[in-house]
Structure formats: C-alpha cells, structure tokens
C-alpha cells in the first residue's frame, strides 16, 4: 500500500504570496493532521481534520487554513507568507474509528518550504 | 505542561555501542509515548511506542523504558550500527481523542564504525 504522500515536494515563494500544498492519507485513514518542522526543531502541530471537520489547532495565525476532502484527501494554505514560515511542511495520517486514534500517526516525506 | 523535553542534543555512539535518548513530560493527561526516527530530507518514521499501563516495551534491538512516576521515558538502542545514524524524536499525545503531537526537540544520533 502507498503511504502518505505531499505534493509539491519543494516550493520556493517571496513573501506575501499564497501557497496551498496538498497531502493524500494512506487509504482507510481518515484522519489528517499538518505539522511545520523548522531545520533542526520538532514538528509544530498545526491543525487536524477527521471526517472534514478541524479536531484540533496548535497555536499559529489565521493566516494558516486548512480543510478536508470526501476522499479524506486535505489541503493546507498560508496567506501573506512572511520568512518564518520557510520549513518542511508534514502531513500525516491516523486510521480513526469513532473518533478514537487507533494507531499512531503516520508521515508523508513532507513539503519543504523556502520563503524569500 | 504541554512540552515534552528531550536529551542529549547529540549523541556519538560506536558500532556496537548503546545508543540511549530519554525524554521527560509534565502533562499527565498524556496517553501514547511514541519515538520517530527522521532520516535528512523526509519525514519522521515510527519507530517503537508506548502506553503508560506498561513500563517496557521491546521491538528487536529497540527498547522504549517508562517510568509513570517520574513522568520520564527512554530510548535504548542496543548494537548501534552505522544505519542508525538518524535524527530521534519522542512525541507523547493528549489523552483525549486527537492527533495532536507533542514532539521533543529531537536527538542526533551518529553511529561510527
């Protein structure tokens, strides 16, 4: 089976432009979640989606928006892109059965970002 | 007492050697300790997890130890080879029903012949 995969792979911006990057979950899973790792950090959590509702939001700006597809597929935006937001851009997925986690998460390779 | 703190920063290990990462958390709510292993340029692979009912847990040369009082939990990583060499990361998440993560601020493990 396929796991988790992003796409772009690399992304390259100048800062206040838009981007949307776009993450397909392993097939059953229908949980989603998006994290941005900046070089030599943790992943930050950013948001989660299950069923095409947001679970959960970690403490970014509004300029960071996401949503989920009937497919389970899901796209993350960012608006007005300034320097800070330059990191890997992870997505992944969880399989889920009425709204209890049943394994842990699983990651795709990620997006890496580059604002200039 | 959302963070989860990670050490050492870096670790250099011989061939052979025992590679160990431990991690420590405030939050009690926290329900599955799960370790990551990332390779440069992708994404953070499951390693070995954890729940709190157990204080050990074993998968091949991989050993996750948790000790409940001290809201602490390590990585051994028996007969390090050189393959090893990779960035650890130890995540724990809030008991109630999401995916939200909370990463440790990641170890880099460097295993030399």
Redesign the interface.
């Known amino acids: 089976d396929a796991g988790v995969t992003q796409s772009p792979t690399h992304l390259i911006k100048t800062r206040g432009q838009h981007v949307t990057l776009r993450c397909s979950p392993i097939s059953g899973h229908k949980s989603v979640s998006w994290y941005q790792q900046v070089l030599g950090q943790g992943p930050q959590f950013i948001f989660q989606y299950y069923e095409k509702e947001e679970r959960g939001r970690g403490n970014f700006p509004d300029r960071f928006s996401a949503r989920q597809f009937p497919n389970y597929s899901s796209e993350l935006n960012v608006n007005a892109l300034l320097l800070g937001d330059s990191a890997l851009y992870l997505c992944a997925s969880s399989y889920v059965v009425g709204g209890a986690r049943q394994e842990t998460q699983y990651f795709g390779p990620g997006t890496r970002l580059l604002v200039l | 007492q959302q963070q989860v703190k990670?050490s050492p920063q870096s670790l250099i290990v011989q061939k052979g050697g025992i590679s160990i990462i431990n991690c420590a958390y405030e939050n009690t709510a926290f329900d599955?300790f799960?370790w990551?292993q990332q390779f440069p340029?992708?994404?953070?692979?499951?390693l070995i997890?954890i729940r709190p009912d157990v204080s050990e847990k074993k998968e091949g040369r991989f050993t996750i130890s948790f000790n409940k009082s001290a809201k602490q939990f390590s990585l051994h990583i028996m007969d390090s080879q050189p393959g090893d060499s990779a960035t650890y990361?130890c995540?724990a998440?809030p008991s109630y029903?999401?995916?939200?993560?909370?990463?440790?601020?990641?170890t880099r493990l460097q295993v030399f012949p």
């Open positions: 990670q599955y799960p990551y340029g992708k994404g953070p692979a499951l997890a990361f995540a998440t029903n999401t995916d939200k993560l909370i990463f440790g601020t990641g």
